[in-house]
């Protein structure tokens, strides 16, 4: 019963910045982490960035980190991710995931996702 619904998505010049959100609906557990997945063209989806749900404990890929910030406001069953410092290759349809178990999120699995929005970044 958990709904995933994304925005922020759009067309930033390289080097812009980007936030995307993603709300939850329905009943969320204490145990379900959230992330961020993309998919480019031609290319299999990735994992992009996770966060424990009740305890704020994040993961990055090494593609983003230290440019990308995930972070989540529990009040509003909402995830974010800051993206600064954006290149072309960054762009990708991204999904916002969810699952219980954060430490698989990062392997490349979840449970529920959202439909994604398009993040396009021009040289």
């Known amino acids: 019963q958990v709904q995933l619904v994304e925005s922020g998505g759009g067309l930033v010049q390289a080097g812009g910045s980007l936030r995307l959100s993603c709300t939850a609906s329905?009943?969320?557990?204490?145990?379900?982490?959230m992330g961020w997945f993309r998919q480019a063209p031609g290319k299999e989806r990735e994992f992009v960035a996770a966060?424990?749900?009740?305890?704020?404990?994040?993961y990055y890929a090494d593609s983003v980190k230290g440019r990308f910030t995930i972070s989540r406001d529990n009040a509003k069953n909402t995830v974010y991710l800051q993206m600064n410092s954006l290149k072309p290759e960054d762009t990708a349809v991204y999904y916002c995931a969810a699952r219980i178990g954060v430490q698989t999120m990062t392997g490349g699995s979840a449970e529920y996702w959202g439909q994604g929005t398009q993040v396009t970044v021009s040289s």
């Open positions: 329905g009943r969320t557990f204490s145990g379900y982490a």
């Open positions: 966060i424990n749900w009740s305890g704020g404990i994040t």
